[in-house]
Every structure is written in C-alpha cells, then in structure tokens.
T-cell receptor, first 114, second 111 residues
Framework: AQTVTQSQPEMSVQEAETVTLSCTYDTSESDYYLFWYKQPPSRQMILVIRQEAYKQQNATENRFSVNFQKAAKSFSLKISDSQLGDAAMYFCAYYRPGTYKYIFGTGTRLKVLA | SQTIHQWPATLVQPVGSPLSLECTVEGTSNPNLYWYRQAAGRGLQLLFYSVGIGQISSEVPQNLSASRPQDRQFILSSKKLLLSDSGFYLC??????????FGSGTRLTVV
C-alpha cells in the first residue's frame, strides 16, 4: 500500500529566509501525482503545488518550488523569501490515477519568525 | 469557475442528536466528492467518497453516513452523535489528477 511520510512535525524559519519541508512516499507505481497543500489558521486547505511523476522538471509556483527525486521517492517543498503569511500546516499528498483517493501525510507545522 | 460550498461553518450539538452537513459544487459535472475529518492539530482522515450519484464508498466504519442525492451535492449525516464525532469536517471535490478543491470546513463540537 502507498504511504506518505512527513518526518518533520514542526519547522521554524526566519522571515525572508528559505525553508525546505520534507516528504517521502512509498509506491511501486510509475504513474502518479504529488501535491503540497497549505492549511493556514483559517483551516481552509489550499493547493500550493502539483507535480506529475512522469515529468522530470520540478514544479514551481512563485516562491514555492519542489525537489522531486523519483528514484529516492522524495518530494520536498522549498519556500523562498518566507513571509508571515506562510505560517501554516503543510500536507504532502499522493494520488494514483484510478484509485480516486489521495493519500496525505501527517503534516508539518511551519512557523515564520519575524 | 468551479466553487464548492460547505455549511454550516460552526455547529455545536448535544450527544445523541442528529447531524446533517451539506456540500455542493458548482461549475463542474460528475465530480468525485469526499468527506474528510480532521482532529485538532492532526492529519486528514478520509470518511467517505463518491464517484457518482447514489454511489458511496466508506473508509471508516462508524456512526456516520453519507449520501449523494444529486450530482453535485454530498451530505454527511448521523442519527446520534457521539463525543468522539467532534472535529473539523472538510468536503472536497476533484475530477481526477488536478488535485482536490476543498470547502471551507465545518467545525463540529459535540457536547
């Protein structure tokens, strides 16, 4: 069965600095998708970034980028120029087409220090 | 554009009372619909999902149930709430690989 592991329950970063959140997953499939979701204190879940496994190029969305290492089954999220509004829970998720269900990690709480 | 509505935002219910949470999606057809629950400071637990009208898949056996009476409507229900049903409930939809779109959530407190 596929699993998603976020080994960092909590991280802190100084405002304007860069932070990397880790995510590893276990799968024997070759076709799948990976996501990072942000859950701020409002608890609204927001899609941050999406990566297709068959694309070698790492996805980027403004200050957010991923380091996708398919062989290592690693999918880390890098946040550059951290802002106070980046403080949130971040969830990594895996999806295999045809299964209908996304598998989420347990989340990493990111604190941004002024 | 696609939008998802979830209500109510907050609910306080006594133990043993019934529950009905509703979620509707606009701007898309035949979405996959999901109910998740999140305990305070914890991860997401998938409760139910539906890939079509009248079709419900249950992930966690408990005193909750779900129904999909219309294509873009998903309802979470209980006949008798337990204290352990307290939590934050999220509805979500997708149409495949583009990722979930989540509703704004319902904070349920059972007293």
């Amino acid at each position: 069965a596929q699993t998603v592991t976020q080994s960092q329950p909590e991280m802190s970063v100084q405002e304007a600095e860069t932070v990397t959140l880790s995510c590893t997953y276990d799968t024997s499939e070759s076709d799948y998708y990976l996501f990072w979701y942000k859950q701020p204190p409002s608890r609204q879940m927001i899609l941050v970034i999406r990566q297709e496994a068959y694309k070698q190029q790492n996805a980027t969305e403004n200050r957010f980028s991923v380091n996708f290492q398919k062989a290592a089954k690693s999918f880390s999220l890098k946040i550059s120029d951290s802002q106070l509004g980046d403080a949130a829970m971040y969830f990594c998720a895996y999806y295999r087409p045809g299964t209908y269900k996304y598998i989420f990690g347990t989340g990493t709480r990111l604190k941004v220090l002024a | 554009s696609q939008t998802i509505h979830q209500w109510p935002a907050t609910l306080v219910q006594p133990v043993g009372s019934p529950l009905s949470l509703e979620c509707t999606v606009e701007g898309t057809s035949n979405p996959n619909l999901y109910w998740y629950r999140q305990a305070a400071g914890r991860g997401l637990q998938l409760l139910f999902y539906s890939v079509g009208i009248g079709q419900i898949s249950s992930e966690v056996p408990q005193n909750l149930s779900a129904s999909r009476p219309q294509d873009r409507q998903f309802i979470l229900s209980s006949k008798k709430l337990l204290l352990s049903d307290s939590g934050f409930y999220l509805c979500a939809w997708n149409t495949g690989t583009r990722g979930y779109t989540f509703g704004s959530g319902t904070r349920l407190t059972v007293v």
